[in-house]
């Protein structure tokens, strides 16, 4: 099935949306993009857009640092993705990425006096971290401090910091790193935030331990809450507090909510997937495809019935 793009302020087939090789933003990294699930629901026949607003909102904070103006208000960006994903008619998971971006055919490191550009793409797309539990290491690669890149924004120029991480761990057998922040303490995973359960509490690295602040994280965090009765401890962890925890897991629009098994070739309590972290999991995972009645506002319906 053929997928399609928002992009110069029209639909067009995905292989149609190009930009030029003198674009800025792709020899600086001068964009700022999103991750946004499209849970297909098969006894429904409909797919579900996780959090859309809070996508668009995060992207609008992004833009603000790295003064680029969005073409429109957030509520006609949710509307021209839900009318793009029902276009593409995807009957599957669908991973949808706007990017905000600097669309001058112009060289030169700077943010001021360049023209903004916006596309939608809409793929298909699986599991992320396509394991049941996943197997990680601490990487050598460190996240930056908020005065080198924010990392609080999801700018395309920090992933190249990701991007090493990633293939550190992969190279060295692994599915998945965990980064530290600059001072040693745990930050997240490449693509992810972490948690871990600690004495039957939930924790997990404080926003001072330079993570992005996720919307999978904040959505565990209140599922946590309110469907288990577990408050969430935000605060600075040590490396070795990763090795003697009671359980592990990932979360992220695209990794969903992952257990972690083992830890630079240490297991996490037993080795199997914990008792709290397989609740969330099961929760997580009817929420997002609209299957629990009570968290039925952060779905947005694709398809008209």
Known sequence: MPSYAYFEKKFVPLEEAKIGIMTNSFHYGTAIFEGIRGNWNAEQKQTYIFRLREHYER?????????????????????????????????????????????????????????????????????????????????????PQDNVIPPQIKAAGIYINNALAKTEAQSNGFDEAIMLSPDGHVSEGSGENLFLVINGQLVTPASYNNILIGITRNTVIELAEKELGLKTVYRSISRSELYTADECFLTGTAAHVTPVAEIDHRKIGDGEIGEITAKLQEIYARVIRGNHPKYLDWCTPVYKR
Not at 63 to 80: F, G, M, S, T, Y
Not at 86 to 97: I, L, S, W
């Open 59 to 143: 992207l609008q904070d992004g833009c603000r640092v790295l003064k680029i103006a969005l073409p429109n208000a957030i509520d006609e960006l949710c509307r021209l993705t839900v009318e793009l994903v029902a276009k593409c008619g995807f009957q599957e998971d669908a991973y949808v990425r706007p990017v905000a971006y600097k669309s001058s055919q112009a060289l030169g490191v700077r943010l001021h006096n360049l023209e903004d550009g916006f596309f939608v793409l809409v793929i298909p797309w699986g599991p992320y971290l396509d394991v049941d539990k996943a197997r990680c290491c601490v990487s050598s690669w460190h996240r």
